[in-house]
């Protein structure tokens, strides 16, 4: 059974000192024969050991810290759960007031818009009349050119909302698929985590089109 330590006991595992010195064994290490390799299978097999003495020393203080880490993160859990929800409720009141504000304000500029364009119109209609009265050609034309250059202005009615110090409103674009075989090439990606575990299942024997099989070297070293 895994003896518990205390909180304040070291957390230095036994044969530290040996783990800088398989450190600097392997930054040093040339194979230059069978006999060097077998030395260097021996000592890793060595550095495998004292890895998992590391792992089981460590282990117990492991479980201990993430028993607390997980009691704590509960209950902050429980507090943020609430907060957010209160936060993404207000978010919402807001923004439908903020919503329904923005109606108002088109709505009436869209109505000062039609009366500004009513207004532009009769001017028009009043110069052209004054045009048909005109006899000299050169003067009817310059009040026919002065009717067509009556134009109404655009109005814009500025908004009525008042925004706190700090508050920002983002306008954020997102994209969301409704037809996948229109969806150009390009936005496609391939399913990584599939293709591999088809290459692993069927060893490479089995192509898809458009993918490449490769296999990598590992080296893996059991107990004796």
């Not at 003896?3 to 000192?17: I, L, N, Q, V, Y």
């Not at 609430?82 to 919402?92: G, I, Q, R, Y």
């Not at 919503?99 to 088109?106: D, H, N, P, S, V």
């Not at 048909?132 to 026919?144: C, G, S, T, Y």
């Amino acid at each position: 059974m895994t003896r518990t330590r205390d909180a304040g006991e070291p957390t230095t595992p036994p044969g530290a000192k040996q783990i800088v010195v398989y450190d600097r064994w392997a930054h040093g290490l040339v194979v230059h024969s069978n006999e060097d390799r077998a030395g260097a299978i021996e000592t890793l097999r060595q550095v495998k050991e004292q890895r998992a003495a590391v792992v089981e020393f460590f282990r117990e203080m492991k479980t201990r810290a993430h028993a607390a880490w997980r009691a704590i993160t509960e209950k902050e859990s429980g507090y943020l759960k609430v907060l957010d929800a209160v936060e993404h409720t207000v978010k919402d009141v807001v923004l439908s007031y903020d919503y329904k504000q923005e109606e108002i304000r088109l709505k009436e500029e869209r109505r000062l818009q039609v009366e500004a364009d009513r207004q532009a119109g009769i001017e028009r209609a009043r110069l052209l009349k004054e045009a048909a009265r005109i006899r000299n050609p050169e003067r009817k034309e310059e009040k026919r050119a002065e009717a067509e250059a009556v134009v109404a202005v655009a109005v814009a009615v500025a908004p009525t909302l008042e925004h706190q110090e700090g508050e920002t409103t983002r306008l954020t674009w997102k994209a969301r698929v409704v037809n996948l075989a229109l969806v150009p090439r390009m936005y496609l990606a391939a399913n990584q985590r599939a293709l591999d575990a088809h290459a692993r299942e069927t060893k490479g024997e089995a192509p898809i089109p458009g993918v490449e099989f490769y296999a990598e070297v590992s080296l893996a070293i059991g107990g004796r």
